[in-house]
């Protein structure tokens, strides 16, 4: 089975930085996803790491330590509609193949 | 670019009735699912769908549903007999791998059970 940890809630400035963790145990690893979600949205595809390090696009960044079990969603200059909850899923391998998702961090972004 | 679309966004129903939840998945994707989500909970997974068969299912997809591709465009979830507890958004979703392939999401269809 698996087991993914994320923080429930964050606040963060505008223009700011912000680093959301996840940590997992999962018995196969085939990697890591992180998605946005607004409020009464569906989710959508931010990053996606399957070997150690960091991935960096535009705003975003996500790293991956896989000894670990350890990613985090980096968000640079942070803007209001960034506003949302990321949510932290894990690909599985052997057997199953279908991520699973975590609760969730929801991040406020204030002025 | 392309997307996932579903229908209806919401639908309200008796407790007991049955419920047909659409989709038209991207074209070309090759793998589809339904997850749902519980107002304030996590995204989770309910069924797999590859080569007009199901591939994987969670415990929630019990026998009360069932999915089906009835054409070359659709996907369907179909709820037999609703519970209050079926209450959640469901969204529909597609990719063109398994594994370490993104999933696109639709917008979701907000089920009521009343």
């Known amino acids: 089975g698996q087991n993914i940890d994320q923080p429930t809630e964050m606040t963060a400035t505008e223009g700011a930085i912000v680093q959301i963790n996840c940590t997992y145990q999962t018995s196969g690893f085939n990697g890591l996803f992180w998605y946005q979600q607004h409020a009464g949205e569906a989710p959508t595809f931010l990053s996606y790491n399957v070997l150690d390090g960091l991935e960096e696009k535009g705003r975003f960044s996500s790293f991956l330590s896989r000894s670990k079990g350890y990613s985090y969603l980096l968000l640079k200059e942070l803007q209001m509609k960034d506003s949302a909850s990321y949510l932290c899923?894990?690909?599985?391998?052997?057997?199953?193949?279908?991520?699973?998702f975590g609760r969730g961090t929801s991040l406020i972004v204030h002025p | 670019e392309p997307e996932v679309t579903q229908t209806p966004s919401h639908q309200v129903t008796q407790m007991g009735q049955e419920v047909i939840l659409r989709c038209v998945p991207i074209s070309n994707h090759l793998y589809f699912y339904w997850y749902r989500q519980i107002l304030g909970q996590k995204v989770e997974f309910l069924v797999s769908?590859?080569?007009?068969?199901?591939?994987?299912k969670s415990e929630i997809f019990d026998d009360q549903f069932s999915v089906e591709r009835p054409d070359g465009s659709n996907f369907t979830l179909k709820i037999r007999s609703t519970k209050l507890e079926d209450s959640a958004m469901y969204f529909c979703?597609?990719?063109?791998?398994?594994?370490?392939?993104?999933?696109?999401f639709g917008s979701g269809t907000q089920l009521s059970v009343l």
């Open positions: 899923a894990v690909a599985p391998s052997g057997g199953s193949y279908i991520p699973t």
């Open positions: 769908f590859y080569n007009n068969e199901i591939s994987e």
């Open positions: 979703a597609s990719s063109s791998g398994t594994g370490s392939e993104k999933l696109f």
